[in-house]
């Protein structure tokens, strides 16, 4: 189906998705400064069917020796909307019914439906494009809340994707103290992709 049939995903829209669809690893950074940064792999695989309005993937994030046993499991969507563009959130009901589908069983995924993920309110990342790169953050009101060790936090989630590059700091910030909790304490994390998969966006093939 091709970006014609989808006057509502602008140009800019669909070339985020296409530098985001692939899979990223942080290894140099992780080697140049091992006390701080773990060696991470975080992967966006295209949803093979249309289940959300926008343009879906399905994301998994483990560590570099252990992709079998993702620590993170979600789905995202990349929306158009009035004010621009927006990624939102969403959080599988059965996470270990779609383990391994990021990179091993990606045919798996055309079964996603609605019904299986749920939307995370209060977590939409806004995005603006800035020159060859985009830059997005959560949403103001710090209304994403995520409990880490039977501690309420909220998230802040600030992205900087380029055409080879994913940069992502999350940090758990106390409702009170607005002090952080947990996240990397070093800065964000940079990923490089290292295997694309452009190629498999529905809603942009034959660009």
Known sequence: MSASS???????????????????????????????????RVAYRPLPTPALSGIGFYVEQAY??????????????????????????????EPERWRGCAREQPDRLRHLQVADITYLPGCDVHVQQQGSRFVGATEPGQKCCVVRKGQTTYLQTRIELSENQLSSHDQGMDPTTHEQVWGALAGAFRFQKITDWQSELPMISGI
């Not at 995903?9 to 950074?29: K, T």
């Open 6 to 40: 989808h006057p509502h995903f602008s140009p800019e829209l669909l070339q985020m998705a296409r530098w985001l669809a692939g899979d990223f690893c942080n290894r140099e950074q992780a080697w140049e400064n091992p006390p701080f940064f773990a060696q991470i």
């Open 64 to 93: 570099g020796g252990h992709l079998e046993d993702p620590y993170r499991q979600a789905v995202v969507e990349l929306r158009q909307t009035r004010s621009g563009m927006v990624i939102r959130n969403y959080r599988p009901l």
